[in-house]
């Protein structure tokens, strides 16, 4: 996912180059299982102090489902957007600093927005940080939204019929004096008391 951008940053604003990508992620990072490859759209435009890179992208990452733990494919989809802004001058070599560019110093001092020596645009780092991002908070393996998955229903139902085990219940498995900590015994018997009065 390197681009030599020589050619546009020589070229006036408002220039763009259009791609597209169908890009193997092996590699791109270790905690991730990929499969599929990165496919999309992506724009290039040249912009008065670097280039502007945007785009429509999607793959499919592995996943665990948050209920039945079973292993999911996830489609992943999101839309890039941003600013690189060259090391050096295209025409004379010079090093700019961050401080001759407009925008935030953190932006311009992060290397994964930098256009390197050789005027070569990396987006992997860029692209690694947004599958993150559009990646669910709780993976589950029913599509068709919320709800119990049915993995985990078959399973339930499977579990049934080898012996009726029972994985929700609100009966408390009992305790005896010797199994509770000391320091909570104070509390069991609050809650003790609590039973009592509502019965």
């Not at 999101?78 to 025409?91: M, W």
């Amino acid at each position: 996912m390197q681009f030599n951008v020589a050619q546009l940053l020589k070229e006036p604003t408002g220039a763009t180059r259009r791609y597209e990508l169908n890009e193997q992620l092996v590699g791109l990072d270790d905690e991730l299982r990929f499969l599929g490859p990165l496919v999309g759209t992506l724009q290039l435009l040249r912009t008065n102090s670097g280039i502007l890179v945007t785009g429509e992208l999607s793959t499919v990452v592995q996943a665990t489902c948050n209920r039945c733990l079973e292993p999911i494919a996830v489609p992943v989809r999101f839309r890039l957007e941003e600013s690189f802004r060259p090391l050096t001058e295209v025409f004379t070599g010079r090093y700019i600093r961050p401080e001759e560019f407009e925008g935030a110093e953190a932006d311009l001092e992060d290397a994964a927005l930098l256009i390197d020596e050789r005027h070569i645009l990396n987006i992997s780092e860029v692209v690694r940080q947004a599958i993150w991002l559009a990646l669910p908070m709780y993976p589950g393996c029913n599509w068709e939204g919320p709800g119990i998955c049915p993995n985990l229903s078959n399973r339930l139902t499977e579990l049934e019929e080898l012996g009726g085990v029972d994985l929700y219940t609100d009966r408390e498995t009992p305790h005896t004096g010797e199994e509770i900590d000391p320091r909570w015994s104070a509390l069991r018997k609050l809650y003790g008391e609590q039973d009592s009065a509502s019965s």
